[in-house]
């Protein structure tokens, strides 16, 4: 089976930088991802991470450990549009469907 | 370019009713997956179709049940409505079945509430 814990809340301030980590166990491993979701919208891609290291893509970064089945999401110079719950995915060893976690609801304070 | 698109947004139903849901995919992508969200909670797999038949399906009970379309469109259909039903629906869309990034483009989600 494949389970997934992330945090259930976190806040920060404004241009600060915040670290949101996921951890999960799985039988087949076949690709990490994070998608964002504000409220009442539909998720969005945020980063994909199939091998050890790290991902960067501007603001935000992505690190997977595989050995230790831990992820983090780093996200620097908060802004307030960036509160919103963050998903932390795996995908399933046929590759047909994404497990996702509760997600972690982000609060960006002024 | 149109990105997924879902209907109805909003819909209210009572226990042991059926309900539709459609799903056109973005341009360009083969392949619909459908989730569920409940509130507070991450998006549950129910199934994806691809060239037209189910390829994968999650826990779902066989009241779920879906199609695809020779365009590539979608629909969702839940018989025997449980207020436990009630979740917002999202339907994604990719490229190519499975493998590649695997980056899912979801559409916006059809609410569903079972009074």
């Known amino acids: 089976g494949q389970n997934i814990d992330q945090p259930t809340e976190m806040t920060a301030t404004e241009g600060a930088i915040v670290q949101i980590n996921c951890t999960y166990q799985t039988s087949g491993f076949n690709g990490l991802f994070w998608y964002q979701q504000h409220a009442g919208e539909a998720p969005t891609f945020l980063s994909y991470?199939?091998?050890?290291g790290l991902e960067e893509k501007g603001r935000f970064s992505s690190f997977l450990s595989r050995s230790k089945g831990y992820s983090y999401l780093l996200l620097k110079e908060l802004q307030m549009k960036d509160s919103a719950s963050y998903l932390c995915?795996?995908?399933?060893?046929?590759?047909?469907?994404?497990?996702f976690g509760k997600g972690t609801t982000l609060s960006v304070s002024s | 370019d149109a990105g997924v698109t879902q209907s109805p947004t909003h819909l209210i139903k009572t226990r042991g009713q059926q309900v539709t849901l459609r799903c056109s995919p973005k341009?360009?992508?083969?392949?619909v997956s459908w989730y569920q969200q409940a509130l507070g909670q991450g998006p549950q797999f129910i199934f994806q179709y691809y060239e037209e038949e189910e390829r994968q399906r999650g826990n779902f009970p066989d009241r779920f049940s879906g199609h695809q379309f020779p365009n590539y469109s979608s629909e969702l259909n839940v018989n025997a409505l449980l207020l436990g039903d009630s979740a917002l629906y999202l339907c994604a869309s990719s490229w190519g079945g499975s493998g590649g990034t695997g980056e899912l483009f979801f559409g916006e989600g059809s609410r569903l509430t079972v009074l």
């Open positions: 341009s360009g992508h083969d392949t």
């Open positions: 991470n199939v091998l050890d």
């Open positions: 995915a795996i995908r399933n060893q046929a590759g047909t469907a994404l497990i």
